[in-house]
T-cell receptor, first 113, second 113 residues
Framework: DQQVKQNSPSLSVQEGRISILNCDYT??????FLWYKKYPAEGPTFLIS?????DKNEDGRFTVFLNKSAKHLSLHIVPSQPGDSAVYFC????????????FGKGTHLIIQP | DADVTQTPRNRITKTGKRIMLECSQT?????MYWYRQDPGLGLRLIYY???????NKGEISDGYSVSRQAQAKFSLSLESAIPNQTALYFC????????????FGPGTRLTVL
């Protein structure tokens, strides 16, 4: 059973607009959530994270929102840029990340000029 | 120089062969991880290590073994490779928890014929 779900395999957004990537989880013990970005032939690169004691974390153009009651998080990218085109993975863990991460299947974000 | 390196980057082997994938890091982290990614899926945890004396199984450890030779080195072995072990393999490191992200290597593409 998949504990972290990214239900949109792909998302196309116009350059300059907001990109919103969604992630749902089922394990109520998860207390640390991360977003990674991955280009082809490279390893995942950390973008932003949030612990379960917060509901929002912001870093430049990237903001992550956490809704614990709905077991849902989202990544907002604004404004979207061509270099943002990549696969985005949502990941979660228990114990603040001690024992490894559980990943979603990823969303392929395509920024259209 | 990259903080997390993996060798080889690409490997083609035959069913039944023993294969070792190596990971080295210069970040000074105690925690190291091995993940596997299959097409259209997220990363799945194979093994992780908290230090040279502490090795733990992840979600999909069957058919794999690991060795933590030093703080900076963590190797993954396939004792007798089979075709369904064809995948991308990623090594990662992290600082002590809680709430520290994992840093990934560039990956090894393994093909078992």
């Amino acid at each position: 059973d998949q504990q972290v779900k990214q239900n949109s395999p792909s998302l196309s957004v116009q350059e300059g607009r907001i990109s919103i990537l969604n992630c749902d989880y089922t394990n109520s013990m998860f207390d640390y959530f991360l977003w990674y970005k991955k280009y082809p032939a490279e390893g995942p690169t950390f973008l932003i994270s949030i612990s379960s004691i917060k509901d929002k974390n912001e870093d430049g153009r990237f903001t992550v929102f956490l809704n614990k009651s709905a077991k849902h998080l989202s990544l907002h990218i604004v404004p979207s840029q061509p270099g943002d085109s990549a696969v985005y993975f949502c990941a979660a863990s228990e114990g603040g990340g001690a024992d490894g991460l559980t990943f979603g299947k990823g969303t392929h974000l395509i920024i259209q000029p | 120089d990259a903080d997390v390196t993996q060798t080889p980057r690409n490997r083609i082997t035959k069913t039944g062969k023993r294969i070792m994938l190596e990971c080295s890091q210069t970040k000074g982290h105690d925690r190291m991880y091995w993940y596997r990614q299959d097409p259209g899926l997220g990363l799945r945890l194979i093994y992780y290590s908290f230090d040279v004396k502490d090795i733990n199984k992840g979600e999909i450890s069957d058919g794999y073994s690991v060795s933590r030779q030093a703080q900076a080195k963590f190797s993954l072995s396939l004792e007798s490779a089979i075709p369904n072990q064809t995948a991308l393999y990623f090594c990662a490191t992290s600082d002590l928890p809680p709430y520290n992200e994992q840093f990934f290597g560039p990956g090894t593409r393994l093909t078992v014929l």
